[in-house]
Nanobody, 127 residues
């Protein structure tokens, strides 16, 4: 089992940058593919980015491709989301999620296939 805690959210102007962090506790962090999702008010939670357990494969939503970068540090049990050129439509609560490769090996963008979730961190982009 793994517990996830996000940090780094805040208020930023259009065009600005933020770096979100997700700290994972528990053992065998490298057994988890990691993902970031977001949920805006009145909308469903949507996929943002995903990274395989060793960092070799990444997926991005089309809406963030070229602006956001997901990365991880397995030695520190951390995963990050660098967000550049932020837009008002990026405003949402951002969630970190972990997918156990022992039950589902392939990296996925499907919310239902992630096993553990953090509590989320708010990102607000002002126009």
């Amino acid at each position: 089992q793994v517990q996830l805690v996000e940090s780094g959210g805040g208020l930023v102007q259009t065009g600005g940058s933020l770096k979100l962090s997700c700290a994972a506790s528990g053992r065998s962090f490298s057994n988890y593919n990691m993902g970031w999702f977001r949920q805006a008010p009145g909308k469903e939670r949507e996929f943002v980015a995903a990274l395989s357990r060793r960092g070799f494969t990444t997926y991005y939503a089309n809406s963030v491709k070229g602006r956001f970068t997901i990365s991880r540090d397995n030695a520190k049990n951390m995963v990050f989301l660098q967000m550049n050129t932020l837009k008002p439509e990026d405003t949402a609560v951002y969630y970190c999620a972990a997918q156990d490769v022992r039950t589902q090996l392939a990296l996925t963008t499907r919310r239902s296939e992630y096993d553990y979730w953090g509590q989320g961190t708010q990102v607000t982009v002002s126009s």
